[in-house]
């Protein structure tokens, strides 16, 4: 029996596809038993990234691998304006009196994870090894006003969200033309507008986002 041109394509879809979810399969096997000798160090945390950055990317098309997803959710121009007025990861003493610097909420929600390391580590890294992280949205109003507003939303447990509003105009974006935009910088920058399940997500009364059901979706393609 002759299999038909797109019978054939199918088949060699489906080996494709086995093959990369064996080869996840022996990497998480591999990373498990890594981590069961001993607690990942530096150099550890950089390949276990790339790892999971690989198996997010593998579905999608190569191009939307490469670039931060501000990039992918605003555009270049408005992605490095977005970098660039973006506030520093400061910490704020939370009501044990204990310092805490913005943390994805998705990962940490106790005080105890958002404590910043002591020294420069600290716009970086809690002593959880957590990113500090900030929230961001846009609403672009160049057109009708003359600016675009950026917004950006700290989360600290146990104190709840924090807005900082920047407003730019259209020299303000050109300005910032020359900025890079790149995963490693700080504070890590997270786009509301594209993040799966945002306003599903539960929180205590006090913490309560203001932005739920306020923004509206993204699909970056």
Not at 69 to 97: E, I, K, M, N
Request: proline fraction near 11%; charged fraction near 20%.
């Amino acid at each position: 029996m002759v299999l038909s041109s797109d019978a054939g394509e199918r088949g060699a879809a489906s080996v494709e596809q086995a093959g990369l979810v064996a080869l996840i399969a022996l990497l998480m096997i591999a990373a498990v038993s890594a981590f069961a000798v001993g607690p990942p160090r530096e150099g550890g945390r950089a390949i276990g990234a790339t790892i999971a950055r690989r198996m997010a990317c593998a579905p999608r098309l190569p191009d939307a691998c490469r670039h931060h997803p501000l990039v992918r959710a605003y555009g270049w121009p408005l992605a490095r304006l977005t970098r660039t007025l973006a506030p520093q990861p400061t910490a704020r003493p939370g009501p044990a009196g204990l310092p805490l610097v913005p943390v994805d909420f998705r990962y940490c929600r106790q005080p105890s994870c958002a404590v910043p390391r002591s020294g420069p580590e600290g716009l970086h890294l809690t002593t959880s090894g957590r990113r500090t992280t900030v929230y961001t949205s846009i609403d672009d109003q160049r057109r009708s006003r003359g600016y675009v507003e950026v917004s950006y939303w700290l989360y600290r447990p146990d104190l709840g969200w924090e807005k900082i509003a920047r407003k730019a105009t259209a020299a303000d974006v050109a300005a910032a033309a020359g900025t890079a935009v790149l995963l490693r910088d700080d504070p890590n920058l997270v786009p509301l507008e594209t993040l799966p399940g945002r306003d599903q997500s539960r929180f205590p009364p006090g913490e309560r986002p203001p932005w739920r059901w306020q923004l509206q979706r993204i699909y970056p393609g």
